[in-house]
C-alpha cells in the first residue's frame, strides 16, 4: 500500500465569543473537520462516507471488515488513492484479491453515509446472526485496569484537545497498552479506523483485545465489534438496549457508564477479575 496523503484533521473557525456579563470579543477557534470520503471498488464508487480526515486507508479497510465483506489483510491486493477521481484526497480505491467475490461486493453497494451514524442495513440480531459467530475468548480483565483506561484513552485524543468535537476508539491489549487510538466525527468511523490499523497491521484477529469508545455504545458499535472478534467493549457513556440485546445474545462483555469509582456492566461480568 502506498503512504496516505491526508487533509488536515482540524481547520481555524472566526467565531464570536459572548460572555455572561454581556462582553464580547472575536477570535479563532480550531473546529473539526469533516469532509465525504469516496471509497471505491476499483475504479467503481461503492460508498460516501463524512468523515474526520485521516487514516483514510484504515478507514476503509475497516468498513470492509465491520460490513463482512472482508475478514484479513489477505483480501485487500491493495487500498491507495484514486488517480482518476478529480479529488484524490477524498477518495480511496480499493481492490480485493481473487478470493472476495467482486460480484457479491458489487451486489451490495451502499449510497451516502452520514457522520452521526453507521450502515443501518444489519437491522435485526437474526440478520448478524448471517455473519457474525458466538465471540470465543479467554480474556480476563482486572477491575482496576478496566478503571484506568478513560484517562489512558483521554492522554491521547489529540486532536479533541484542540477541537474539542471528535468521538474516539481504543482498542487496548489485555495488559491495558493502548494498541491504537482513532479519533473521528462519527463513531463508526473512529471505530472502523481502528480495525483498519489492527488488521493491517497483524493486531488480528482482537479475541484478547479491549475497545472503549468515548461517547454512546450503540447497535453498530457492537456489530462492528463482532466482525473484530472484540470480547470486551467499553464506553463512557450508556449503551442502547439493542447493543445490549446483541452483546449478551453473542458472547460480548458490555459496560457502560466506566467512570471511576463505578461501571455498569450488562452483559458476560465473568470476563471481569476483582
Known amino acids: ?55 483514510d486507508e484504515e478507514l476503509a479497510a475497516g468498513f470492509m471488515t465491520s460490513e463482512g465483506i472482508a475478514s484479513s489483510k489477505a483480501d485487500f491486493r491493495e487500498i491507495d488513492r484514486c488517480p482518476l477521481s478529480s479529488n484524490p484526497e477524498n477518495t480511496i480505491r480499493i481492490r480485493f ?47 482496576q485496569l478496566l478503571f484506568d483506561l478513560p484517562e489512558r484513552l483521554r492522554e491521547n485524543q489529540v486532536v479533541f484537545d484542540r477541537t474539542g468535537g471528535l468521538h474516539s476508539s481504543g482498542i487496548f491489549n489485555q ?37 472503549l ?17 472484540i470480547p470486551l467493549v ?5 449503551p442502547s438496549s439493542l447493543a445490549i440485546e446483541v452483546a449478551r445474545e453473542y458472547g460480548v462483555t458490555l459496560i457502560g457508564f466506566l467512570r471511576p469509582p463505578k461501571m455498569n456492566v450488562y452483559s458476560h461480568p465473568q470476563r471481569i477479575l476483582d
Open 234 to 238: 467499553a464506553a463512557v457513556s450508556a
Open 213 to 229: 469508545v468515548s461517547g454512546r455504545v450503540s447497535f453498530e458499535i457492537i456489530q462492528k465489534a463482532l466482525a473484530a472478534k
Open 1 to 55: 500500500m502506498k503512504p496516505d496523503r491526508q487533509l488536515p484533521a482540524s481547520a481555524s473557525s472566526a467565531v464570536v465569543r459572548l460572555q455572561a456579563d454581556g462582553t464580547a470579543s472575536s477570535l479563532n477557534d480550531q473546529v473539526a473537520v469533516e469532509e465525504p470520503l469516496e471509497i471505491r471498488i476499483g475504479n467503481r464508487p461503492f460508498v460516501v462516507t463524512m468523515r474526520t480526515p485521516g487514516n
Open 97 to 143: 484479491s481473487d478470493k472476495i467475490d467482486g460480484q457479491s461486493v458489487e451486489s451490495r453497494r451502499y449510497g451516502a453515509v452520514s457522520s452521526s451514524c453507521g450502515v443501518c442495513g444489519k437491522t435485526s440480531i437474526t440478520a448478524i446472526g448471517n455473519s457474525h459467530t458466538q465471540i470465543e475468548s479467554d480474556l480476563k480483565v482486572r477491575r
Open 175 to 211: 495488559d491495558g497498552e493502548l494498541v491504537c487510538l482513532r479519533e473521528d466525527v462519527g463513531r463508526h468511523n473512529a471505530l472502523d479506523k481502528a480495525i483498519g490499523y489492527s488488521l493491517l497491521n497483524g493486531v488480528w484477529p482482537l479475541n484478547e483485545h479491549i475497545l
